[in-house]
Structure formats: C-alpha cells, structure tokens
C-alpha cells in the first residue's frame, strides 16, 4: 500500500506519534538552575550571649499583663497586619490558579442557531465537550507553580515579619507612654519644688536679705519646668494616640491601661547561633524564598525557549430535531507541537532579565542576613554601654543632689551667689529627667534585642480555616 493510500485515522495516528517521539528526545535537556546559596559567609556566634532562651511570643518575657493584652489585641484588630493577612491569601489563591494549569481544562459547549432562507427557517443544536493540555515537557508550568508557592511562602513570612514588628511597636509604645507618666509627675515635683524655694526667696526678699533678680530668675525657672510639663502633656497624648491606631480604634478614643513604672529588665536571652537566627528570623526566611521564586522564574525563561505540545479532544452531536440530537457523535484528538523560531532575541532577552533578577534576589538575601547580624548586635553594644550610662547618670544624680544642698545652704547663710544654686538646681532636675529617659531607652535596646532574635510567630489568624496550614505555600 503507498503512502497516499493510508486512512486518514492511521495518517493522524502516525503524527501523533512523530511528536511524542520528537518531544521525548528534546525532554533530556534540563532547564532547572542550580539551588542558590547564600552571598555571605555566617559567623560561628554572636559576640554576647545570655541564658535565658527567648520565647515565641517575646514580650512575654517582660511578665506583664498589660503588655500581653494591648500585643494580643493589636495582633487581632490592627489594619495593616489585616492587610498582610489578605496579601497572603491572594498570593495562596494565586498558586491554586497556576497548579490548575497542570491538569486538562474540560468545557461545556451549548449552542442553538435559527436561520431562515428561502426554503424556510433551519434550527439547529448543538452540543459538546471540548478539552485541552498543555503537556509540561521542560517542567515550565511545574516552575512557574513552583515560583508562586515559593512567593506565597514569602508571603507568609511577610505576614509574620509584620506582626513581630507591629508587637515591638505596641511594647515601644506602651513603655513610653509609662515614661511619658513618670516624666509627667517628676516634673510635677520639681514643680512644686521650684514654687517652694520660690515663697523662700520671696519671703527673704521683704527683709532685704536678697536681690530681685534672684526672685526674678527663680519664676523663670518655675515657668520652664512648667513648660516642659506642657510639652510631656503633649507627649503622652499623642503616644495615646499612636497606641489606639495601633489598636485598630480611632484617636481620641480612649485606650484603656493601667499606669505603672518601667519594669526591670528580665536577664540576658539566649543569642544562639547566627546560622539558627537565619532560619528562624521571617524577614530572611522571606529573602530566601524569594531567591526561590526567582530561581524558578528563570527556569520558566529558559522552558519557553523550547517547543510546546498541546494535546486537544472535543466530542460534540449536531441535531436540527432534538429528538434526535444524540443519535451520532463527532469525535476528535490532536495534539500541537509549537516550537519558536525567530523571535528576534525576546525570549533570550527574558532569559537575560530574569537571571539578573534572580541576582538580584540574591544580594538582597545576603543584605538580610547581614542586616539581622547587625541588630543582634547592635542590640547588644546598646544595652551593654546603657547600663554604663544609666549608673554614670545616677551617680551624677547623687553629686547634682549633694551640690544642691550645700550651695543652698551656703547661700542662705549669708555665702556665695543664688545663680550658683539656681545651676546646680537647674542641673539636679534634668539630671533625673534624663535617667528616665535613660532607663525607657534600656528598655528601647532590649525591645530591640527580643525584635532581632525573635522568630516568626503563629498569631491566632493562622489557627482559622484559611490559616497557615490551609493552603499551598503554607510553609514558613
């Protein structure tokens, strides 16, 4: 039999053929890039460390119950960490949209058409099935899958990185607020101080035992601390604010708190090992899944430069009376080999672009990696030198105090010049303003520490139905 004497069903079944053969040589070659590894060598350990490992849920650590309802309630109202919860979700529904690529699509056809001619009016229906697949010869579609949960993860991690810093944000702001208030009340004191000295010179003024000036210079006094008050006042309201929106509530309304001092602070964590800090910390989990991501984009490139086999099957029944409408059935299959043949250097371009993305990723892996090295010990310079500063101050306190007394003394005794008290007074105040702010800027560095080696935390979003373990990219 010659060739042109073949059936039409065996001539399609010889081409079908012919393309899995071609496709099953060309699947040899591999379009996967090689795993990334991290542009940065890791330390074998951070230059302090202390005993005390640092929990999940970090500001725990602190032992105080108003802190963990304000972070629990931020955690569950606040609109920004809401809005990192539906990116998450968006980036989850993404990779349920590109994994569906990976399996046939089937669809329903229903089509009814009237014509009227000459001989009179024609109805037909028709009714069909129609499916296609791409089959994934290079792994392209598996990639690009790939690269979506890989982003997802990052999305993830995203979510966390924004809820352990929106926690270190509600304990900051907690804190100052706190010394907002101890600030508030100590100037109060040194207020009314000022107003006693002041009825003493006054009262020494009408036996003309001192000069105007001094009276003069002692109200001055009196109104400067008065307006620093003015400018705490000012201070602890706005933090109110801050914590409210922190909150999810509108400013001014009310958040509620219980006052009280600044706690001591709890004993040195645990640091860890530098290599344990970079799997646990979210935002390099995040950096490195987004190496991922762009590692699988290239192979994505580098797979649309080879050809594509679509494989199509329809089966559809063509009737002008419905009784009759499935009778006979109309049968097909083919399959599609589309290879690129002059595209004027556009997928090699993409190629090029996405290999300098995928760098790009890279540095900024390394730059996380480096980065959290440094708060972890910056954190740690910080506290040590804060400590040195905090006792230097309280002994300048001392000193101030002491100098205070004894010009005070001198100078009511008939010795020395009032400007020499009104110093060391002027002095004596500030000095405790500032170990106030000493001691909240402690608290500020070991904030900071908790903020730098803690890990991502699941919050109680996480636990629901859509939660972390609900979905593709759950992975943190």
Known sequence: MSPRELPRHTWTKLALMSLFLVTGLLAGCSSTPKEPNPPTDIPDEFSVSGTRKVPDRWWTAFEDEGVNSLVDQALASNFNLKTAWTRLREARAIVERESSRLYPHLDGLIQGEISRGDSGVDERLRLGLTSDYEVDLWGRIESSVEAERYRARATLADYRTAALSLS??????????????????????????????????????GSGQIRQADILRQEQLVESTREQRLATESRMQVLEHQLAVLLGKAPPEEVRYTRGDLPDLPPLPKTGLPAELVRRRPDVVSAFHGVRAADSDLAVAISNQYPRLTLTASLSTTESDSSNLFDEWARSFAGDLVAPLLDAGQREAEVGRTRAVKMQRLYEYGQTILTAFQEVEDALIQEK???QRIRSLEMQVRLANETYKRLKYEYFNGAGDYIDVLTALTDEQRLRRDLLSARLALLEFRIALYRALAGGFKTSREAEKDGDSAGPGGEA
């Open 168 to 205: 270190a944000e509600v304990v900051r702001t907690w804190y100052q607020l706190v010394e907002a208030h101890n600030q508030y009340d100590l100037l109060t004191d040194q207020i009314e101080t000022n107003q006693k000295v002041l009825s003493l010179l006054k009262t020494r003024f």
């Open 385 to 387: 030198k804060q400590h």
